[in-house]
């Protein structure tokens, strides 16, 4: 938390931006990257921190990379610092590294290990966009051991040497460590009592097998314990090795057909890369594409580790060609009416950098794999992402495939567009990562040229996937539709319009969102235009559903509807009364309420939570915007949410128009948290010269928003922040007779 200290100079007055420092926990802030925290709540022995108390988050080696002090404002910030390159001291975390917390206890000066439940992130510095979680401490806290790394899909190579790392809450005794070739079914004994700091440097021994897993637990009695999520590989060195497509054919030495084949043949991973002349028929200089147009299938990849790099005909040719999109394109225009683009069916492989159109099934079939990546890809558009060249089934079709990423290759996304079924569609795959594609809409994300089904479809258990910074709208039917998968987390999506013009209708022809099966979460999503529902969760069966702090609104029936017992048709809140800054009404008892502003019947900005109590009733504290609608909704403990209230105006509606505010006043931004805009409004008693300006956590000054003389009355700016890291800044207002500072957060 900041302060505002006003230091007088010379008849100036200068705010002076100051943290709320921490006593006990210290660490090294700089100016390179930083990885933020959300916290949505933290308990000591049961009970909510003291204002003063302290949060550190720490890497294996206890070391300090960030800390925040409590003071009772939900979600709390914390940023964590990455190791300082410039330096020779290790004064940050390194991406990948576990992350472990301390909760000190100001009154009883105590620390205590905290245990982390995470909805965002999976316990690594680094692993998405940010950490979403929250904490419980206390000395009658459970013991426990959690396995970090290896946790699955990892290779580790045969006399290498390899760092397992894990976390522990309420437990520092020796612990020991096992691992296993089997799945488990067997243990090897790697340490029978190691130091439980986190970390051992493990040399990977000559067992070679896929099935692989790690096992740590206490060393005297094998309770607290824990394995590895999923197996990973123990691997001999390989003997693959760099495979060059030198032209367009469709066949032959040189070609790319030629270079699958091989790889297939040889042991260990491959990587195939393009070194195609611009001489070669296949060119095309108006479009600087070279297109492979293969004749019937390409061999399917059933080599683990082949990666097919398409950015490296750009490092041939040293320059980008097509700056618009990839290089090469494949397209399938003369491979027959069942052929898909690339077959997948080993662990490991990446397609990086490729277009893939025009085939008459799939663009992408993957197929009982574990692991692996899909980068920087146009699939079903033009290799500039602005024409529809559709694959006749599905842009993406996975099916019992774990632990994938798709997302982009450094800023380049994946594009999956105009494909005549699905966007992407999933059967029986889980723990997989989709991150930052677009899907139904051009390479601009401002027109539409959709899947003709779904955006994202997933059936038959696909389980505790990741779908967050995502593009999609103007497909057919919904933008997400989960028939069979629990424990998916959607976050941070645009959905039917654009994270940078909201306006803009991208709608999805049906619902933005919809769910048929149980536990999903939706969360600070933007869900607009879309022509049904923005969500709907259907079925008696689709119970403890999450909907929480997304942007809803301008979709054309509800913007949360729950049917036929979809989250047990829990009963929205109900507004009773609203002022100046205060909501209240009723909701089911003990539920979570969260308070929303909309310029109609939906939830446009998220304001804030409160609970309600044992009778139902809440009261939300909190500036409300004017010239708004007011809704809510209801989050019972079992996860379930309700749809929107019925909205009630704000009092500022009901004033006239033409009346002036008496009082000069900085508004709470909205919406808040944000990506990557947000709207702040004030209000001015006289005619007066005006300063606003954005800050840092750290004070630096970021930007002026207004700079003039502006006359009585309400106004409201807005603050686009598109080019800066996650985390917490503060905007003041300055005037000749009032100073103000408030606090935003903006989640990427």
Not at 498 to 521: A, M, T, V
Request: net charge negative.
């Amino acid at each position: 938390m900041k302060k505002i200290i006003l230091i007088v100079i010379a008849g100036l007055i200068i705010p002076a931006l100051l943290l709320a420092q921490t006593q006990h926990f210290t660490f090294t802030s700089n100016t390179g990257d930083s990885y933020s925290i959300v916290i949505d709540a933290a308990t000591l022995n049961g009970s909510t921190l003291s204002n003063g108390d302290e949060i550190g988050v720490f890497t294996p080696a206890d070391l300090c990379v960030g800390a925040s002090v409590w003071d009772g404002t939900t979600p709390l910030a914390l940023t964590a610092w990455i190791n300082d390159s410039q330096t020779t001291e290790v004064d940050g975390y390194q991406n990948g590294e576990a992350m472990t917390f301390k909760i000190w206890e100001q009154s009883a000066d105590k620390e205590y290990t905290a245990t982390a439940t995470y909805t965002q992130g999976n316990g690594n510095f680094g692993s998405g966009a940010y950490a979403q979680l929250t904490l419980t401490a206390g000395s009658a806290g459970t013991e426990s051991i959690t396995v970090v790394s290896p946790n699955g899909g990892e290779t580790w190579t045969i006399g290498s040497e390899r760092e397992i790392q894990w976390t522990s809450s309420n437990f520092s005794d020796p612990v020991k460590i096992e691992y296993s070739t089997d799945g488990n079914a067997s243990k090897i004994e790697i340490e029978s009592s190691t130091d439980n700091d986190g970390s051992y440097m493990w040399m990977v021994p000559n067992t070679p097998s896929t099935n692989c897993c790690i096992s740590i637990s206490d060393a005297a009695d094998g309770d607290p314990f824990d394995i590895s999520n999923q197996v990973f590989t123990i691997a001999a060195e390989s003997a693959g090795g760099s495979l060059i497509v030198t032209n367009t054919n469709d066949s032959g030495p040189g070609s790319l057909r030629d270079a699958i084949t091989q790889a297939n043949s040889n042991p260990g991973p491959d990587s195939i890369t393009f070194n195609i002349p611009v001489e070669d028929g296949g060119y095309n200089a108006g479009t600087g594409v070279w297109t492979i147009t293969p004749n019937s299938f390409l061999p399917g990849i059933t080599d683990e580790g082949l990666v097919i790099d398409g950015t490296t005909q750009a490092e041939f040719t040293g320059q980008q060609t097509n700056p618009s999109g990839p290089e090469i394109m494949l397209d399938g225009s003369n491979a027959g009416s069942s052929a898909s683009g690339v077959n997948i069916s080993a662990s490991g492989t990446e397609i990086l950098g490729i277009a893939i159109a025009n085939f008459g099934y799939d663009g992408i079939t993957i197929s009982q794999v574990q692991g692996g990546r899909i980068s920087g890809c146009y699939i079903g558009v033009s290799a500039d992402g602005s024409d529809a060249l559709p694959n006749g089934s599905n842009g993406i079709n996975m099916n019992n495939t774990i632990g994938f990423q798709i997302g982009p290759l450094d800023t380049i996304p994946n594009i999956i567009c105009s494909n005549i079924l699905h966007g992407i569609y999933m059967v029986a795959s889980s723990h997989n990562i989709f991150m930052g594609n677009i899907i139904g809409l051009n390479s601009f994300k401002n027109d539409t040229l959709g899947n003709g089904k779904e955006g994202m479809f997933m059936m038959s258990e696909c389980d505790s996937n990741e779908i967050f910074d995502n593009y999609i709208g103007g497909n057919g039917q919904d933008g997400i539709c989960i028939i069979t998968g629990s424990g998916n987390m959607i976050a941070n999506n645009s959905i039917g319009c654009n994270f940078e013009q909201p306006e803009k209708n991208l709608g999805n022809r049906s619902c933005g969102i919809y769910i048929e099966d149980q536990s999903n979460h939706v969360e600070c999503n933007t869900i607009a235009h879309n022509k049904v529902f923005g969500v709907q969760i259907y079925g008696a069966q689709a119970l403890y559903n999450t909907i929480s702090r997304n942007s809803i609104f301008g979709n054309l029936w509800a913007g949360i509807s729950n049917d036929d017992g979809g989250n047990n048709d829990l009963t929205p809140p109900s507004i009773t009364s609203i002022s100046s800054n205060s909501v209240s009404g009723t909701a089911p008892a003990n539920s979570t309420v969260e308070i929303f502003a909309d310029a109609n019947n939906q939830g446009a900005h998220y304001l804030g939570s409160t609970p309600s109590d044992e009778s139902g009733n809440f009261n939300f504290t909190g500036e409300l915007p004017p010239d708004m609608n007011i809704t809510a909704t209801a989050t019972d403990s079992e996860g379930n949410t309700s749809e929107f209230s019925q909205a009630m105006q704000t009092l500022v509606n009901e004033k006239n128009k033409d009346q002036l505010p008496q009082e000069f006043r900085l508004y709470q931004n909205f919406p808040n948290p944000f990506n990557p805009v947000t709207t702040i409004g004030f209000s001015l008693p006289l005619d007066t010269f005006v300063e606003i300006n954005v800050y840092s956590i750290s004070g630096q000054k970021i930007t002026t928003l207004v700079n003039e003389k502006m006359g009585k009355g309400y106004h409201n700016i807005q603050f686009k922040a598109e080019n800066l890291p996650s985390g917490v800044y503060l905007y003041c207002i300055k005037t000749d007779r009032f100073v103000q500072v408030k606090k935003m957060m903006l989640l990427k």
